[in-house]
């Protein structure tokens, strides 16, 4: 088994490295003067079992083409099996057709890894689990429930707990993580009355007096999270603070977030870590790198990564 890594988040691979007790393959990731990029390995790879670690977060586009690239020189260098790795996917809420003549990104980004010849995915907590279908290849969608569960656990008394979902579409996933916790669940219902008006949320549950867990999958700029966390404070909780996989955190999120009622974000480092996020007073962050290092185990022993869930 071979460990590589791209620079879109150099910490958490060598992490699930530190994890696996393997090293990082030496790879030279250079860019020319015009901004194309240039792959060049520098070790033998004929016939190793590959496992390419790359998060394509800001800059989406370069950090997708270093792991195009990586894996194409890696299909080149005749290796046997090429896993990528990726702890965030990005585009992936252009996973539908949201009107006329506009494309599904999430669909387009699976062909161009496939093409790249990657034999299987591994990626975490995706934003919609029909993304698994839009690869022809084998892959594996992990869920960092558990990570977030030991969390809660260490931190919270279960007995006033209330899972939330931030919306109709994430219950779900709210109601898996509620089931392990044993916990009730709340939804925040979002309605735009007319375009240019703010969204009005209606709470579904009954919050009042409990300490509540907003908990999903992507926070980007941060302010329908805080919005939400008004909204159910407003309704008598006792405490709010937020779960979630993978933080985006762009533009002015984490002044959004210091600023908003929140008692605390909880994200894991599926995306590198920011200088704000690092510097903020309640954002915290949790490691995937034990499940990540786990599944890349399991996968290259030819086990079963679903029973990581069990």
Not at 69 to 85: E, F, G, P, Q
Not at 179 to 203: F, T
């Amino acid at each position: 088994m071979k460990l590589m890594s791209g620079n879109a988040n150099r910490p958490l691979a060598q992490a699930i490295a530190d994890y696996l007790d393997a090293p990082l393959s030496n790879v030279e990731i250079e860019r020319f003067a015009d901004d194309e990029l240039f792959v060049r390995i520098d070790e033998n790879m004929r016939g190793e079992d590959v496992f390419v670690i790359q998060s394509t977060s800001k800059p989406a586009n370069d950090n997708l083409m270093e792991l195009l690239i990586c894996m194409d020189a890696l299909t080149r260098a005749s290796a046997n099996r090429i896993t990528a790795v990726i702890p965030y996917f990005g585009y992936a809420r252009q996973d539908r057709k949201t009107g006329g003549r506009t494309p599904i990104t999430a669909k387009l980004v699976a062909n161009l890894i496939a093409g790249s010849g990657a034999h299987r995915v591994l990626t975490l907590d995706l934003h919609a689990g029909q993304i698994q279908g839009f690869f022809d290849i084998p892959t594996d969608n992990l869920f960092a429930t558990p990570v977030f569960e030991r969390d809660i656990r260490r931190a919270y008394d279960i007995k006033d707990l209330m899972i939330v979902s931030p919306d109709v579409g994430g219950v779900v996933r709210a109601r898996a993580l509620a089931s392990r916790l044993g916990a009730d669940i709340a939804i925040v219902d979002k309605r735009r009355p007319r375009a240019g008006q703010s969204e009005v949320m209606n709470i579904i549950g009954d919050v009042e007096g409990r300490r509540c867990i907003i908990f999903d999958d992507i926070i980007d700029s941060g302010g329908t999270l805080c919005n939400a966390a008004k909204a159910i404070m407003d309704q008598g909780a006792a405490q709010v603070s937020a779960y979630i996989t993978h933080g985006v955190l762009s533009g002015k999120a984490c002044e959004r977030i210091d600023a908003s009622v929140l008692s605390e974000l909880v994200v894991t480092d599926s995306i590198d870590v920011t200088e704000k996020a690092a510097g903020s007073k309640k954002v915290r962050t949790l490691s995937v790198a034990p499940l990540l290092g786990e599944a890349i185990r399991r996968i290259a022993n030819d086990e079963s990564v679903s029973k990581l869930f069990d």
